[in-house]
Every structure is written in C-alpha cells, then in structure tokens.
C-alpha cells in the first residue's frame, strides 16, 4: 500500500518538547523535599505524632511528585502531514467507526446524531470508512434518529465535502451565519442544508416527545417489549453504501446495533459493547483500522482519519510498532478546559516515553493488535511469522479464543493475515451478527481477557492500554489545533463529582486487577517510566488520604503547640523554602495551564468515596457500576445543567449526597479556622505576656493557605445557590 521510497518527505514527524528549565526546577522541588524528609527522620525522636504523620504525607506526596517528574522529563507529540499522504498511498486502508451510546435520555439522540455525521463526512473516501453505533439503551428513539440522520447525511456529506467545511457536526457548522460575501451558489446549498438539519432537529425533539407512534411502524418491530437491560439482540443496516466507489457524494455504510441484555447477566458496559462493535464489523467490514469516540465526541477535524494514517502507514516502514493513535481528549464546554489541558499535559508526557494512554475515545486502534497480536508475532515486513501462524491460527485455538461463530473465526483469520475482505452485501451477515451479539456467546473465550477490550474495571480504556503496552505495542499522541474531537464534560455538580468518582473508583480495579502496573515487572514488555505513569494513574484516588491528613496537621500544631515545619533556620527562610516555593511552581505550573487550583478539590473529596467503593468490592459486599454522564449541546433543551427532570435517577436525593459528598471539605475549613482563631487569641495573650511559649507563625500561614483553598464550601455553605457546583468551578484562588 504504502511507497516505501526513503526520498519522499516523511508522512509524520516526532517532535520532542523538552524544557532544561523544567527539569531542573522539578529536580530542585525533589532535592527540597528529600532533604526536609531527611530532617524529618533525623529529628523523629524528639517530636509527637505530628511529625510522623507529617513525615508520612509528605513521603507520599515525594514520590507523587517523582511520579509526575518522570512523566513529563520528556514530552512528546507527532505532527501529521496529511496532504503528503496521496502522493505515497495509493490504495489507503479501511476504517471502522466505532460510537457507543447507553441511554437516550442522558445522552440525547440529537448529540448522537452530531456525531455520527461528523464521522459520515470525514475527509476520506467513502468506499473505506463504516460508521457502527452501539445502542446499550436499546432505544427505538435512537434508531429512529439515526434513521433520519442517514437521510439527512446523503445532503451533508456532499456539502462538507464540495465546500471543504471545517467543522461537519451540523449543530456546530450552524452556529455560525453567512457573511454578505459569500458566493450564491454557496449561499443557496448553505440555506437549504442549514434547512434540512433544522426538521431533522425539530422531528427528533418531536419524537423525543412522543414516540409511541413508532410502535406502529414495521422496522421498530425489534423494539416491542423490550427494556434496556432486557432484550435480544438487533443489527439494523441502516444504510449500505453498494458498489461504492469513492465518490464525494456517497454516504459510508452505516449500521445500528444493540446486544442482548438479559437481567442476570453482566454485560461489562462500555467494554462489553466495542467488544461487540468489533466482532460486528469484522464480519461486515473486517477494517485493518477502527475508530472509536464516545456518542458526544464529534469529529472537529475534517482530516482526522487521514492525520491518523500518516502515523500507521509510516511507522508500518519501520520496526517500531505503533498499536494505536490516540488524540485527546477536548470539550466545548467551557468549564472542561482544565481538565482538557490536564489531559494534554500528561498526555505529551506519556507520549515521550513508550506512547500515550488510550483515553476511551479519539483513538484508532488496530484490529490485529485488538486480537492479541505481540510484536514478537509478526514478522518485519508486519506478517504473521511462522511460529505465530501455527499456535494462533489452529481452527481449535481460534474457536476457544474468538467463540464459535465459524463466520467470526474466519473473519479473524483474514484480519491476522491482512487479507482484505471479499466484497459482499452487508445484510448477508446480520444473522451471524446477531449471534455473535447473544449475552452468551463471550462465555469461556478470550473476550475481555486478552482479547478485544479489558473487563475487570469500569476504566476499561486504561485497563486495555496497559495490557496493549505490556505486550511491547508502541502508541502515538497527536495534538493537533484545532483539536480534533471535541465533547462534552459535566463537570459541575454531582454530575461532574459522579464521573470523578467512576475514574478513580476505576483506577483502584486496576490497581488491584490482572492489569496492575505493580505486577509483571521483569517479564513484560512495558517500559519501567510507562509503568510508573500507569501506576500513578491508578493510585491517583489514594492521594485523598495524605492530602486530607496535611490539611489538618496545621491546625493540629496550632491547637497542640507542637512545630509541624523544622525550626532550623530562620523563619522568613523556613517559609519560603519549605512552603513558598513549591507552592509557587506549582501555581505557576496550574497558571501556566489555565488551570484554577481548586480543580482539585473535585478529585479529593470523590477519592474518599472511591476508596470506600473499592473497599466495598473488594470485601465482596458490592460491586462497582458505570454510571453514564450526562451529555447535552450548551444552550438546548437538553441542558447538562438543565434543572432536574425528573429523570435523573439522583433526583431527590442530590442534597444530602451532594453534602456528604463535600463534607470533608467543609470540615477540613472548618478546623483551619478555629485553629486560625486560636492562634490569633494565642497571639493576644503572648503580645500581653512578652514570653513563654512558642509562635506557631509557619503553621498558621500553612492554614491560612489551606482555607483559602478550601474557601468556596463556606460561601457554599451560605448562599443558597446549588453548593456542590459552586465549590467546584465558579470561584477561582485568588491568587
Ligand atoms: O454500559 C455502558 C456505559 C457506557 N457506554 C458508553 O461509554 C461512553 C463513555 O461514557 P461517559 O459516561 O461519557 O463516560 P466519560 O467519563 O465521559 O468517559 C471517559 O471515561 C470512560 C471510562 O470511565 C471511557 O469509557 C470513555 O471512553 C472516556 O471518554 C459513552 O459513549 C457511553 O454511551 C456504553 O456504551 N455502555
Ligand atoms: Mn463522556
């Protein structure tokens, strides 16, 4: 497929971001705390139970922050040039487009749609792309919708492609008006389409109103009687794209599934559904390649499929294996842009080591790599080698491993090989589709062990990339301006807490899991610095328990008059070199990022209930549950911070959740505050006496900081507006 010529410009390029000034300040914050450590355990001895503690925080937050030193020591991202790709390829290779959805009331049909025709109209020929949703809702709402979105695409696509639009989510594209300038014929197709999409919008809010009548129409048959968690399996072709050829004004196939759910099962969520996606496709389309977003992440790029195979046809020329492309994650709500920067930050870090985290959405796998393939399996010209060939593609291990489908096994076979699929009509294979979708037939075989996506955490995304990067699989970290998926975050309220929560819950599993960073680590292929940021990404939750420890200890000292800060030097010193400067690079660091410092209150006070949620499982009295966020377009009906509906399954009870939530950080201010009061009068009565007892000015300046941070829960605790959501994003430091 790919020219090999060596005299051709490069498809990709690595560019590295190293800073000699960041690692030396990084270097200078770890010497400063090993040596106040040092001081600790020399002076243990003569102090109380403060000084262990503190001794004990400040050991972990040590190694927390050589964690973060050793992830970002040297960054990298990969630079695409797409309009190279055409000179070099002359046949370019298929893509399967994966999008999953779960509950058409939290994650309503209209964002779905949004993002299944920015896919439908990427800038890559149709013949090669096929766009699959997975409904884990079951929705005739949502098959209804994307009935109508595949009408509506036979106008969209041709329109992005003859105008080069930008951005192809139509809810974004819309958002801007015509200028007086432009020209008529554009002018005349821009009015029409922008009218189309309009009763394409009002028929789904319609039916989102009332959708009984679906009930009489013939193709939502499937959907009688059905319940989310109970049903069989359906497989809809929506629209196939027959004997395509290219052509910019055809409309990639486009199917919709929805797999069995029987009560008693577990269906593994999000992990559970790609796993399905992938046995699907690789029976109506087999692509060597897939991507998969999550229902609100729309393609913001037009380029996006093709950036991506720059990297895999390049790095296909040499011995490095890159397994998948990972873009990051972005949101066009406001109020994520800390959490994307956070994202992209760790992600260039990761990325100059053994390659970035698969983060669940944005990403291009391999199907071959998703199969379980090793390095080690292929040969350097990327075949199966001989030893590979016969221990994996012995019809008894293919059917033990990929289940007893003959049609999956065969479908297997052709991807490990290369092969390309014979062209034959996708409806021929619903009904080896539907049985590959029965809650059964994963039963005893590699699903979600080691093959396809990872059961075992409700991350599945970080439980995948770590199995993917311990078998010696390289990844690539593209982050291109504009980004090139954009989605939605809840991140005020209990919504945002929720999600956290999911995360770091899920981060523990691992931790505790097969996958476990901690395990394996002198057989498997996993570079020891991806290691550690897989390790810290896991036990990220865990930080909670220091963080909440040290935020206490001030008011402790003040309380106890016993010194938490070594008395050493003088005080002007102590303070500046212990409290100061970390601080202030740390302030920098966040400024640097755009990021408030209260971003993260959010992950401490949900790690609490984290490691109560792990605690709980791993006694076997509960288990974890993927509860899907809540997802809308800014400025719609269907708000993310709509007011309640009624339908949230929280409802009613967010009060007294929210506030047990944030009760540790409504207590951790509280303390601080008497302790400052304490000290204040202390300072009173010392200014009276002239002498005799000691001034605890570094531990009061260690609570004043600590309640600044934590100032927002008192205001919360005062106003009546919704407190939860007001401690999190509304007020920033005031620094
Ligand atoms: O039973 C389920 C549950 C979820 N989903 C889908 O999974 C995706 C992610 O769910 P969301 O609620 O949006 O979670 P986020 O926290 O926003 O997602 C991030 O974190 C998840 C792991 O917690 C990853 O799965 C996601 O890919 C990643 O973007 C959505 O498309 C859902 O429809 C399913 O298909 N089936
Ligand atoms: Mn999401």
Wanted: some cysteine.
């Amino acid at each position: 497929m790919a020219d090999s010529s060596s005299f051709l410009p490069p498809l990709c390029k690595r560019i590295s971001h190293k800073s000699y000034v960041i690692r030396a300040m990084d270097l200078t914050i770890l010497s400063l705390v090993f040596s106040l450590l040092v001081y600790r355990i020399l002076h243990m001895s003569h102090n109380d139970t403060a000084w262990a503690v503190a001794f004990f925080c400040e050991s972990y937050f040590s190694f927390v922050w050589l964690l973060l030193s050793s992830t970002k020591w040297s960054p990298a991202d990969h630079k695409t040039y797409p309009d190279r790709l055409d000179e070099r390829v002359h046949d370019l290779p298929s893509v399967d487009m994966f999008v999953t959805t779960a509950d058409p009331v939290r994650e309503p049909p209209i964002i779905v749609v949004n993002t299944v025709l920015s896919l439908l109209a990427v800038n890559y020929p149709a013949n090669k792309l096929a766009c699959y949703v997975s409904d884990d809702g079951c929705s005739p709402l949502t098959y209804f919708s994307l009935k109508e979105a595949s009408k509506f695409a036979k106008i969209w696509v041709p329109f992005c492609k003859k105008y080069n639009v930008k951005v192809r989510a139509p809810f974004r594209y819309f958002l801007n008006t015509l200028t007086a300038l432009e020209d008529s014929d554009f002018a005349k197709n821009w009015e029409m389409t922008k009218r189309e999409y309009e009763k394409l919008r009002q028929k789904v809010e319609d039916t989102t109103g009332d959708s009984h009548w679906l009930n009489a129409d013939d193709d939502f048959e499937a959907f009688t009687n059905t319940k989310p968690n109970d049903h069989s399996t359906i497989v809809k072709v929506i629209w196939e794209n027959k004997g395509g050829v290219g052509d910019e004004k055809e409309v990639p196939h486009f199917v919709y599934i929805s797999r069995e759910k029987r009560p008693n099962y577990g269906h593994h969520y999000k992990a559970g559904a790609m796993n399905f996606l992938v046995r699907v496709s690789g029976l109506m389309t087999n692509a060597p390649y897939m991507l998969n977003v999550d229902c609100d992440m729309y393609a913001n790029e037009a380029d996006v499929v093709r950036q991506a195979m720059c990297i895999f046809l390049q790095e296909s020329m040499t011995p490095n294996h890159c397994a998948f492309v990972q873009f990051p994650q972005a949101f066009y709500d406001s109020n994520a842009y800390e959490v994307a920067m956070l994202h992209s930050y760790r992600g260039r870090g990761v990325a100059g080591i053994q390659g970035p985290i698969y983060e669940g959405s944005g990403c291009f796998h391999t199907r071959r790599v998703m199969y379980g393939l090793s390095p080690d399996d292929l040969e350097v010209d990327g075949s199966l080698s001989s030893a590979a060939t016969r221990s994996i593609l012995t019809q008894e291990s293919l059917t033990r491993e990929f289940g007893n489908s003959k049609a999956i096994v065969k479908s297997v076979v052709s991807a490990l090989q290369r092969e390309s699929n014979p062209q034959n009509e996708l409806t021929n294979s619903t009904q080896a589709a539907k049985e590959v979708g029965n809650s059964h037939y994963e039963y005893e075989t590699s699903w979600g062990k080691t093959i396809g996506w990872l059961y075992d955490s409700i991350v599945e995304d970080l439980n995948t990339s770590i199995e993917i990067h311990s078998r010696g699989w390289s990844s690539s970290f593209i982050s291109s301006d504009p980004p090139a998926f954009l989605g939605c975050m809840p991140l005020v309220g209990l919504e945002g807490f929720l999600q956290w929560r999911r995360w770091i819950t899920g981060g523990f599993e691992v931790l505790f899991n097969k996958q476990s960073p901690l395990i394996g680590i002198f057989h498997q292929k996993i570079r020891f610095r991806q290691r550690l940021v897989y390790l810290s990404s896991c036990m990220g939750g865990l930080s909670s328990i220091p963080v909440l420890l040290y935020c206490l200890l001030p008011a402790y000292c003040i309380l106890h008059n016993s010194p938490l800060f070594p008395k050493v030097l003088c005080l002007g010193t102590n303070l500046i070199i212990f409290v100061g400067m970390p601080c202030l690079y740390i302030l920098w660091e966040f400024m640097s990022l755009g990021v408030s410092v209260q971003l993260l209150n959010v992950p401490i006070c949900a790690s609490l209930s984290s490691i109560f949620d792990v605690a709980l499982k791993l006694l076997g009295i509960s288990k974890t549950v993927f509860i899907v966020s809540k997802k809308a377009i800014p400025g719609t009906k269907s708000g993310c911070q709509q007011e309640d509906d009624g339908l949230n399954p929280y409802s009613g009870k967010f009060e007294i959740n929210g506030l047990l939530f944030f009760l540790p950080g409504i207590f951790i201010l509280l303390v601080n505050l008497a302790a400052l009061t304490d000290f204040l009068v202390g300072l009173r009565l010392w200014s009276r006496s002239e002498g005799g007892g000691s001034l605890c000015l570094e531990e009061a300046c260690g609570c004043m900081l600590v309640a600044m941070l934590f100032l927002p829960f008192l205001k919360g605790l005062f106003e009546k507006e919704d407190m939860v959501s007001h401690c999190l994003f509304s007020i920033k430091v005031p620094f």
